[in-house]
Structure formats: C-alpha cells, structure tokens
C-alpha cells in the first residue's frame, strides 16, 4: 500500500483534435465556461483575477442537474500563466460553494493544463495541487457533503467509458 | 454509510477532520507509510531511523490513535502497533472525490473539442 497523497491530484486524457482546438477549448473563457459549467465576465488574462458564476454545463444533462444547485454562485480565479498552446494555469479555491463564507482569505489550490503532441491527437494533462494549505475542517466538510455526488460521478464515468469502448 | 451519515453528518464532519489533521505532518504521513510497509510494529523498530524521541514518537501515535488511523494490540510486554486500512482509505476518499470530478470535467472537454 502506497502512502496517502493528499497535495495533489494529476489527470491525463487522449484527445483527438489539433492541438490549436485544445487550447481554445481551454482558453477561450467562454468555451472554458461551455464544457466546465460556468460563465466568465471576461476573458482569461495571465496574472488577473476573474470573476464567473456557475452555470450548468451544457455537455451533459445529468452533471447539470447536479449543478443546478449551486447556479449563480460566484466561481473565481486568478489566471497564473498562460503559454501559448502549452500550458495554461489558475488558481482557485477548491470547494467554495457554501453560502455566506467569504474564502478570499483562504488558501488556493494550483489548476495546471499541459497539452503534449501526441499521435492522434494532444495528450492533456491536468493537475491540481495545494490541498494540505487548504483548512481541514473545510477539506473535511466538502468530502463529506459531496459524498453522494461522487458516487453519482463515478457511475456517469462508467457509463460514459463503456459507451465509448 | 450513507445511513450512518445522514443519522450523524456532524460527527462525522469532525470524524474526517480529525484524520486529516492526523496526516497532515510529515512524521506521521512517514510512521504511517512505514506501517503499511512492515504490518504490526513495536515502538522500539518504528522510532529506528526517525530523527526523533521514542517519546515524540509515541505521541504521534497517540493523535493518529485517536483519529482511528491507528491501534495497537498487547504482544507479550511490548504493544505493537498497526494500521488501520479503512480508516485510512476514508482519508484519501476526499482527493478521489475531486479526482472524480476532473474525470467527468475532462470527459466533457472531449466530447466538446472531438464533437
């Protein structure tokens, strides 16, 4: 049994599209907003902060239903570094979806893209780290609170891959 | 689990937060690691190649004993100490959580940049 990581989170997908699609998909803030469920007041701008509101994606039915709750809520970040067709980063703060907390005091946690020429089309990378800056309790609250929807989660990503294969 | 949540939410709020602050230090992630590698362990072999008291160590025990991360048996004179898996597989269900989300994330990316 490996020890227990719990900074960091790193993600890989095989995406069949040129590489210049990948990164509009990722950096265009309104095609951003599109797939992820949210929409910008503007567009991305390395270094800047930006404000969002979260907006049902419009990509799949039930992960909409699922953030339909949380419509509205303010969704913020601070665009790190954006390298053209290579890397794009922010930073954000994980789980800030309870009412009437103010989380611009808190800890953010690393979003980083990297796409990578790959045959067949850009292998992507996304990771996520900082978590143990995070505050335990509230770490602890999210992972409580969102049990119900990881499951849920889980099951749409069975569903989708046995779809795919 | 789900039954027992609903029926105490809050304990369990401060359940999970009581593992985390129990692995957020690096001498306890390393006394942690080293337990799932050896199994049971007594004190004297698990305060061998730690920069660090018996004492100091022992007390590591104690907060990870008291998030329920750990526990230990009686074996003759010496106690030996051991993980406890699910406990521990509870603790990492927080990332797995957030990783489930960029699954489905980066499942709509493609089908939005494939489509």
């Known amino acids: ?165 | 689990m789900r039954t027992q949540r609903n029926v105490g939410a809050k304990a369990d709020i401060a359940d999970s937060a009581a593992v985390f602050f129990a692995l957020g230090d690096r001498t306890r992630l390393g006394l942690v690691s080293r337990l799932c590698d050896a199994g049971p362990t007594s004190i004297t072999r698990l305060t061998e190649g730690f920069d660090m008291t018996r004492q100091a160590i022992t007390k590591h025990l104690h907060v990870m004993e008291e998030a329920g991360l750990v526990h230990r048996r009686q074996r003759g004179r010496e106690s030996l100490w051991q993980i406890e898996p699910k406990r521990l597989a509870d603790a990492r269900r927080h990332l797995e959580l957030i990783s489930a989300q960029w699954d489905g994330a980066l499942l709509r990316l493609k089908r939005f940049v494939e489509g």
């Not at chain 1, 499951?151 to 779809?163: F, P, S, V």
């Open chain 1, 1 to 165: 049994m490996a020890v227990a990581v719990t900074d960091r989170i790193e993600k890989q997908i095989l995406l069949h599209a040129s590489r210049a699609r990948v990164w509009k998909a990722l950096t265009d803030a309104r095609e951003f907003g599109e797939w992820f469920g949210v929409r910008f007041d503007g567009p991305f701008v390395a270094g800047a902060p930006l404000r969002g509101v979260v907006v049902p994606t419009q990509a799949d039915a039930e992960v909409a239903k699922m953030q339909k709750p949380y419509e509205g809520k303010a969704f913020d970040i601070t665009v790190d570094r954006i390298e053209p067709e290579r890397l794009f980063s922010f930073r954000w703060h994980p789980y800030a979806v309870e009412p009437g907390i103010d989380y611009s005091k808190e800890a953010t946690t690393l979003v980083v893209f990297t796409l990578e020429e790959q045959p067949g089309g850009i292998h992507l990378t996304v990771s996520e780290s900082g978590f143990d800056q995070i505050p335990l309790d509230r770490r602890a609250k999210a992972f409580a609170a969102n049990e119900g929807g990881w499951e849920k989660q889980m099951t749409l990503i069975e569903k989708h891959l046995a779809h795919a294969a």
